[in-house]
């Protein structure tokens, strides 16, 4: 009974460390594609949306600068210069594409709050659906 016991368990521990190695296979892959899809999106292409400007009303997260203009040199400023923190699935946007949300350093303050951080969603057809300051 002993021996049947130690057989279940040390197969239940091999189904688990492949179940572990396929996990992190596909976190390793997911994080590659997002940043792939980041480094071929057109940076001349990022915006940012009026509800994230300094001079919008609201609580939301607010880039500095005084104008549209300003605060997407911000933006694209960042994405040359900054690095990239985190990668993360996004789900699946209303067209049926992969959309990631890929966290940057920005090296310096870029948000009204204090935020050094932007959080930018970017899908695989090379569109992005938002970008904003993040602490």
């Known amino acids: 009974m ?3 016991t130690a057989d279940f368990l040390q197969k239940d521990a091999s189904k688990v460390h ?3 190695r396929e996990l992190r296979e596909g976190i390793n892959e997911l994080i590659e594609n997002g940043k792939d899809v980041f480094k071929k999106f057109d940076i ?3 915006y940012v949306k009026p509800k994230h400007l300094s001079t919008s009303g609201g609580n939301g997260a607010k880039f500095l600068g005084d104008s549209k203009e300003a605060a997407e040199e911000i933006l694209r400023e960042a994405m040359q210069k900054g690095d990239i923190v985190d990668v993360l699935d996004n789900g ?5 594409n992969q959309s990631y949300e890929i966290i940057i350093n920005a090296g310096k ?5 204090g935020e050094r951080l932007i959080k930018m ?3 695989d ?4 659906l938002s970008a904003y300051p993040i602490k």
């Open 2 to 4: 002993a021996v049947r």
């Open 18 to 20: 492949k179940m572990e």
């Open 44 to 46: 001349s292409d990022a």
């Open 92 to 96: 699946l946007t209303r067209q049926g």
């Open 109 to 113: 303050e870029v948000g009204t709050k």
């Open 121 to 123: 969603i970017l899908s």
């Open 125 to 128: 057809d090379g569109g992005m």
